[in-house]
């Protein structure tokens, strides 16, 4: 299991988003994106590392720089973000921490000595993380982070709704890209740090502290300069930003673009389309008519989804239908069935499906992208599919981050999301 997948699942339950290991922007993307990194309106993927890997911006024109690195979707269509909901110091700016439960942190002044030399101006502090546990995760932000969210999500859903698939279709086909099914994003928040280290371990053989905080480094004919490092490291993965080859602003200093956490819709599409879009499905051959294949995967160009979504679903579950297996709860109601608004014609959806036969043969099934990054959303969203035949369904973060009560940090993760699913659905 690679450690970004340690880092996500200590730290989800702090309930700030979704946390990347890989908080700078990929080194592949243009200039402006390298600018900003994430923003909202991105549509793309967290890739097993933990880095946030973008396909396109819906809030960006078509021949944006960031749209015409990559291209966008024949159906691509540009929406305004709307108002966004900035907050600075949502993370202070004298210094800041998120940890796993039983790590225990604090924060100290940052002071001339052997270490530092001089205390460099406007560094922020150092933070201090006590380790106990056999595995865990801390993020330092000592010069604090800023917050972005939209404040009206429904235009994103719209084009979720609308264009969904095609964007599967895009990334798969048109991109070649190769990922799991559940993993395409769109992100609507974003938190953002110009400094920042994290930290993550598991199988931790004895109890010890670790710090980060600014190191003097001396530079040939430059003099000193201070660069946030982890010290006392005995086992632990950790990673610090940015590096060297940074944005930087006019004054030298680094910019806020190294983002820390992320927040959207996780999209997941029916396992049927997911198959025949990807190639990593079932090809189905009827052997009693040779030269008999299903439609082409050109077909789904023409044809428009049924549309569902998480939040639309909430009153039409039953809360011991959990997406963790059956669960009893006696504030739990028996409800209807899930309700399904037809978008397109029955002959759309049945091309789309394939048609297939009592006749038809099973031919292959490769083997879909290993080790898919964790996220609380794709069990929701596969608990959806499951109680119909929607095409495309959406879950967004604040769904699992708003559910679970941090008097539960300590609970085991699957634990907590299982008490969060039963709350959902039986208010």
Not at 20 to 49: C, F, H, M
Request: include cysteine.
């Amino acid at each position: 299991m690679h450690i970004s997948r340690t880092y996500a699942e200590n730290l989800l339950l702090a309930r700030e988003g979704y946390p990347l290991w890989v908080p700078e922007p990929l080194a592949n993307l243009p200039p402006s994106y390298q600018q900003s990194g994430v923003r909202i309106g991105d549509v793309g993927v967290v890739t097993k590392e933990g880095a946030f890997s973008m396909l396109f911006n819906i809030c960006l024109p078509a021949d944006d720089p960031i749209n015409s690195y990559g291209g966008v979707p024949l159906e691509f269509e540009h929406i305004s973000p709307g108002a966004v909901q900035s907050m600075p110091t949502y993370f202070s700016r004298s210094g800041a921490y998120v940890q796993s439960t039983d790590i225990k942190a604090r924060k100290y002044a940052l002071e001339a000595n052997a270490e530092t030399s001089v205390a460099p101006v406007g560094a922020g502090c150092g933070i201090e993380f006590s380790l106990s546990t056999a595995q865990g995760a801390a993020l330092a932000l000592p010069q604090g982070a800023t917050r972005l969210d939209v404040e009206n999500l429904s235009a994103f859903e719209t084009q979720i709704n609308s264009h969904g698939l095609s964007w599967y279709k895009y990334a798969l086909g048109d991109r070649g890209w190769q990922f799991n099914n559940g993993e395409l994003y769109l992100i609507t928040g974003v938190d953002k740090a110009a400094l920042w280290g994290a930290l993550a371990f598991r199988e931790l053989q004895r109890s010890h502290s670790v710090s980060f905080h600014a190191t003097a480094i001396q530079q040939i004919g430059l003099g000193l300069r201070h660069e946030y490092q982890w010290h006392h490291l005995t086992g632990q993965s950790a990673r610090s930003g940015p590096d060297a080859r940074a944005v930087l602003s006019s004054d030298g200093t680094p910019i806020e673009n190294q983002c820390v956490f992320l927040r959207g819709y996780r999209i997941m599409a029916r396992d049927e389309l997911w198959r025949r879009m990807s190639g990593t499905g079932i090809k189905v051959v009827n052997f009693t008519r040779p030269g008999s294949f299903m439609a082409p995967l050109s077909s789904l160009t023409h044809t428009r989804p049924l549309r569902t979504s998480f939040k639309a679903s909430l009153t039409t579950l039953s809360a011991k239908d959990g997406p963790f297996g059956n669960e009893s709860d006696e504030t739990s109601a028996d409800v209807d069935p899930i309700r399904e608004e037809p978008y397109g014609s029955e002959e759309d959806v049945n091309q789309l499906q394939g048609g297939a036969c009592a006749e038809d043969a099973v031919a292959a099934q490769p083997v879909l992208p290993s080790e898919p990054a964790f996220h609380p959303s794709d069990s929701i969203n596969r608990h959806i599919l499951s109680q119909g035949h929607c095409n495309v369904v959406f879950t967004h973060d604040t769904t699992w981050m708003n559910t679970a009560h941090r008097s539960q940090m300590r609970s085991p993760l699957m634990r907590v999301l299982r008490c969060s699913w039963r709350r959902i659905f039986s208010s």
